[in-house]
């Protein structure tokens, strides 16, 4: 029998549980973890593939805002917990989960669906493309000192609620400045800092050092965990960072100098960061600090091209008609005329002939800034150039001087 694709209920919220983990490879308290969700999940968002009652796949997403190149923000959609049991797969369940939440978001006028992909091949072909490049930046603690003097301002702090709020405030300001970036939720907070405990990951146990400038205002945080370890008699510790935000370029040297010089800690990792971070200008011997596992982070879909399009910024000036391919779209391809520039952009459905057609998911490779989309185009079959240079014009346009990060997993 064709298994039934439709939305959880309450009272199915641990089988849930127990599909999603098992085919995630884990084993949690299944009925810990669905109390712990259910005043959490919105279950409008949130399907399952019901085979004679039992459940065999899970797809959800949660509501959430995406900054774009320019500082616009768009209503997004953030995909997770995508699983099919071992004994169901590759019979086409993901692809009817996937049509059955895509059409949800598009009636809810979300413009963008977000996800992290387990696999790189899973999700091209849904129109998702690798939106975002993130690196590990992993220090070597013991083969470099810091350039200029240590400015202070420094406290490690207990979390409290008081001090949940200065944070939360810290990082709001910070996603609202930088490409890639989403709102986080509320309820990660508590069990990020260990302030409550998490039915599937137990009680984070880790440090917070925090930075205030010369006014008073906390403008960083880092979080942090610690594994010792050591060699001969010598100290070989690694400090590896959860959360690091800095909201001037003093705090994010401070917090970092403040972990390196750590007694007892040769190396400091970091995961989920941009390439372009300031870390090697920071030091005396810049080759002290690598970007190891140079990786596709967050992925894009765009569902509403036009408006997508139209909402973020562009460093120069182009016009041309594109032919976006979308298995999606009414007749699965969208004409649209782009006139961009960095006084304004306008975007909207023409019946002009195009000067390139490329799929959706090369554009959303390229809509942050993250890839070019001369490379982009080619994951996806290539792209038509029905103008001579279209794609070089297109490629130019959607550069960003600046790299998006999304520093959020999800
Ligand atoms: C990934 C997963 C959800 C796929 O579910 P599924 O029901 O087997 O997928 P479908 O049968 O709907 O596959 C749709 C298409 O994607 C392809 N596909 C699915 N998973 C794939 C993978 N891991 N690698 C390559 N291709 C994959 C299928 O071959 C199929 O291709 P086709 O349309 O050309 O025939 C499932 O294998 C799973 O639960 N994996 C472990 C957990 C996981 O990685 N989840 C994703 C988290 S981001």
């Not at 098992?22 to 949690?28: G, I, K, M, S, W």
């Not at 923000?73 to 995508?82: D, H, I, K, T």
């Not at 405030?169 to 990660?188: C, H, N, S």
């Amino acid at each position: 029998m064709t298994p039934e694709i439709r939305r959880v209920r309450d009272d199915e919220l641990a089988a849930y549980v127990d599909a999603l983990s098992t085919a995630f490879l884990e084993r949690p308290d299944t009925v810990k973890v669905a109390e712990e969700l259910r005043p959490i999940w919105d279950l409008e968002r949130t399907w399952g593939a019901f085979d004679g009652g039992r459940i065999c796949g899970s797809f959800r997403s949660w509501a959430t805002e995406l900054t774009v190149p320019g500082g616009a923000r768009l209503p997004a959609a953030a995909v997770s917990a995508v699983t099919v049991r071992p004994t169901h797969r590759r019979r086409g369940i993901l692809r009817r989960m996937v049509a059955a939440e895509h059409a949800a978001m598009r009636e809810r006028d979300e413009a963008v669906a977000l996800l992290y992909a387990s696999e790189y091949p899973i999700y091209g072909r849904f129109g998702y493309g690798p939106g975002i490049r993130e690196t590990a930046w992993v220090l070597d603690a013991t083969s470099t000192s810091f350039l200029g003097e240590a400015s202070g301002g420094i406290q490690l702090e207990s979390p409290d609620e008081a001090l949940r709020d200065e944070l939360r405030a810290v990082v709001e300001t910070w996603r609202l400045r930088v490409a890639g970036e989403i709102r986080r939720r509320d309820f990660r907070w508590d069990f990020d800092l260990g302030l409550r405990e998490s039915a599937w990951d137990g009680r984070w146990k880790g440090f917070l050092a925090v930075h205030r400038g010369a006014s008073g205002t906390l403008d960083g945080y880092v979080r942090y965990r610690a594994t010792q370890k050591w060699e001969h008699g010598q100290p070989r510790g690694t400090l590896e960072i959860d959360d690091l935000y800095a909201l001037n370029d003093d705090a994010h040297a401070a917090l970092w100098r403040l972990l390196a010089e750590t007694d007892w800690v040769a190396t400091v990792k970091a995961e989920r960061r941009s390439l372009s971070d300031r870390l090697p200008w920071l030091l005396t011997n810049a080759r002290a600090a690598r970007a190891e596992d140079v990786a596709d982070g967050m992925w894009v879909r765009l569902f509403d091209v036009p408006r997508a399009l139209e909402a973020r910024g562009y460093e120069r000036e182009g016009s041309l008609v594109l032919e976006v391919v979308d298995a999606e779209a009414p007749g699965g391809r969208a004409r649209l005329r782009l006139d961009a520039g960095p006084n304004g952009t306008t975007c909207r459905p023409t019946d002009r002939s195009p000067d390139l057609t490329l799929d959706v998911a090369a554009l959303g490779s390229a809509y942050l800034g993250g890839y070019p989309l001369r490379y982009a185009v080619f994951a996806r079959g290539g792209a038509d150039e029905h103008s001579e240079g279209a794609l070089a014009v297109a490629d130019a346009l959607f550069r960003t001087l600046d790299e998006p990060i999304c520093t959020t997993f999800f």
